[in-house]
């Protein structure tokens, strides 16, 4: 099963940007959707964006315009380039790996089985 794991994140001001990666374990990762996923304290985690094999990519309201996801299967990595950063975008950010093209268009928290442990972003005002 592939393994993902995260970093990137850090402590920006408003309007800042943090390019996060989702680095997996293996090369069948390129067969999967990535997503990434974010959770605030007290709130549910919530998808922001997610990719498919093919690079079609799907992205949350609070994210379109802001965040973009891209891959490079050459190196397993997935990044999430966040700009314009506000304070409500402070949370906890998760990658996750499906291999349905239909979890990639729901990013639906059920559909991933396979997380990676987080990464922290910060945004102060």
């Known amino acids: 099963q592939v393994q993902l794991v995260e970093s990137g994140g850090g402590s920006v001001q408003t309007g800042g940007s943090l390019v996060l990666s989702c680095a997996a374990s293996?090369?069948?990762?390129?067969?999967?959707?990535v997503a990434w996923f974010r959770q605030a304290p007290g709130k549910a985690r919530e998808g922001v964006a997610s990719i498919y094999r093919d690079g079609t990519s799907f992205y949350s309201d609070s994210a379109k315009g802001r965040f973009t996801i891209s891959r490079d299967n050459a190196k397993k990595t997935v990044y999430l380039q966040m700009n314009d950063l506000k304070p409500e975008d402070t949370a906890m950010y998760y990658c996750a790996a499906d291999d349905t093209y239909g979890a990639c268009e729901t990013r639906s928290v059920t559909s991933f089985d396979t997380w990676g442990q987080g990464t922290q972003v910060t945004v102060s005002s």
């Open positions: 293996t090369y069948t990762w390129k067969t999967y959707c």
